[in-house]
């Protein structure tokens, strides 16, 4: 059973930074692109970042790209999402995700976390 546990969030303030961890169990981490969503109060839960299985293809959404960086540690079986010049538009709760591709995180993922908190103040 895949299990991924979000930690990391927080209240910030805009022009900030936080970073993210996402520990996985539960199969061989190694072998899935991971990724992060969020959802923001009221709006549909987005797509944010995707990471491959080897850490060399990632992909961000417009809004967040140049501020972000997802990165992955498959030792630890634990990815990251640095989140730097935070805007108070950032302010969601972030959603670790992984399906069964190697590449891209599916665009539903299978896996879900819990999601953890961020916010972001003005």
């Known amino acids: 059973q895949v299990q991924l546990v979000e930690s990391g969030g927080g209240l910030v303030q805009a022009g900030g930074s936080l970073r993210l961890s996402c520990a996985a169990s539960?199969?061989?981490?190694?072998?899935?692109?991971m990724g992060w969503f969020r959802q923001a109060p009221g709006k549909e839960r987005e797509f944010v970042a995707s990471?491959?299985?080897?850490?060399?293809?990632?992909k961000y959404a417009d809004s967040v790209k140049g501020r972000f960086t997802i990165s992955r540690d498959n030792a630890k079986n634990t990815v990251y999402l640095q989140m730097n010049s935070l805007k108070p538009e950032d302010t969601a709760i972030y959603y670790c995700?992984?399906?069964?591709?190697?590449?891209?995180?599916?665009?539903?993922?299978?896996?879900w976390g819990q999601g953890t908190q961020v916010t972001v103040s003005s």
């Open positions: 539960g199969r061989t981490f190694s072998s899935y692109a």
């Open positions: 990471i491959s299985t080897n850490g060399l293809v990632t």
């Open positions: 995700s992984t399906g069964n591709t190697r590449v891209m995180v599916p665009t539903t993922p299978d896996y």
